[in-house]
């Protein structure tokens, strides 16, 4: 018995899972970063519509069901992650080209405190809101959906409220998540 516990030990240690990896790694970062990893869903093989609601760092309660008809593109983040700071000058550039145009950005805030979420958007430009998420209430909304497994994460969210797409850590390529918000916008559906 106790040569299969050890057994059983070994081969979780063994463990082949990146994220599992930089958890176990020690290095008091206080995240847990993606890959940049892009995932597409097709129109047919999309789940149900999320529906959340939350309030912004400016006291504005939001919900999912304001947004449907135009796309949403949710950016989980906190002010005190890095790749989440080198990204947000992208992602206010795509917020002004798509601003007016068939998507919306909104910033879900995974840990800081309001006044914190409006530094942060006055440090770096941003002009769009955040809900503050500390209850985990939007990112439960997507369970059993494609999740923001890591901080940051991107999804680019359907006129029907459906997971779209994903970009697991950094959006490094903002060519990239352009094309995934200019597809989900052309979609006539």
């Not at 990204?87 to 006044?115: C, H, I």
């Not at 059993?144 to 797409?165: E, F, M, S, Y």
């Amino acid at each position: 018995m106790a040569s299969a516990i050890v057994a059983v030990g070994l081969l979780a240690g063994c463990s082949s899972d990146p994220l599992a990896a930089q958890y176990r790694s020690g290095d008091s970062k206080q995240y847990i970063a993606g890959d940049g990893t892009v995932t597409e869903i097709s129109e047919a093989n999309r789940g149900a519509a999320i529906d959340f609601t939350g309030t912004t760092q400016d006291g504005q309660t939001v919900t999912a069901e304001q947004y449907r008809g135009q796309v949403l593109v949710l950016n989980f983040w906190y002010a005190g992650c890095a790749p989440c700071r080198a990204e947000a000058p992208a992602l206010e550039t795509l917020n002004s080209k798509y601003t007016g145009n068939g998507a919306t950005f909104l910033g879900v805030n995974v840990r800081d405190q309001a006044q914190t979420a409006i530094a942060f958007d006055t440090s770096f430009g941003l002009t769009y809101s955040s809900v503050i998420d500390t209850d985990g209430a939007v990112q439960l909304a997507l369970s059993g959906q494609v999740a923001p497994n890591a901080v940051p994460t991107t999804l680019v969210i359907d006129k029907q409220g459906r997971v779209a797409a994903r970009i697991l850590g950094q959006a490094t390529a903002p060519d990239i998540l352009d094309t995934l918000i200019g597809d989900a916008v052309a979609e006539t559906s």
